[in-house]
C-alpha cells in the first residue's frame, strides 16, 4: 500500500462473503487507521472478517486487506468486596 495524503481520494469497499457491506468515498484522511476509523463507523454492528479493497484515486495504487471486526471493548467495571 502506498502513502495516503489529505488531499488524496480514496474510495473504500468493505464485503463480507461476497456482500457488499460498504462503498465510501473518502478525503481529508492521512493514514490507514483513519480509514478503518470511518468504515467501522459506516458499518456499525457487523461483525466477523471481511474484506476491504482501497483504492487511491489520486496517487493510482489499490489494496486488499482482510479485517477482522469485533464489537468495542466495554470500560472496565470496577468491584469491590466492601
Known amino acids: ?7 488524496d481520494i480514496i474510495y473504500a ?10 462503498s465510501l468515498k473518502l ?9 478503518l476509523r470511518q468504515v467501522r463507523r459506516a458499518v456499525t454492528g457487523s461483525l466477523g472478517l471481511v474484506t476491504l479493497r482501497l ?3 489520486s496517487q ?3 489494496h486488499d486487506r482482510s ?3 469485533s464489537q468495542a471493548p466495554e470500560a472496565p467495571v470496577q468491584l469491590s468486596l466492601f
Open 60 to 62: 493510482g495504487w489499490s
Open 27 to 35: 478525503s481529508g484522511l492521512t493514514s490507514f487507521s483513519d480509514i
Open 1 to 7: 500500500m502506498g502513502t495516503i495524503n489529505s488531499s
Open 13 to 22: 469497499t468493505l464485503s463480507q462473503h461476497g456482500r457488499q457491506l460498504a
Open 67 to 69: 479485517v477482522l471486526l
Open 55 to 57: 483504492r487511491n484515486s
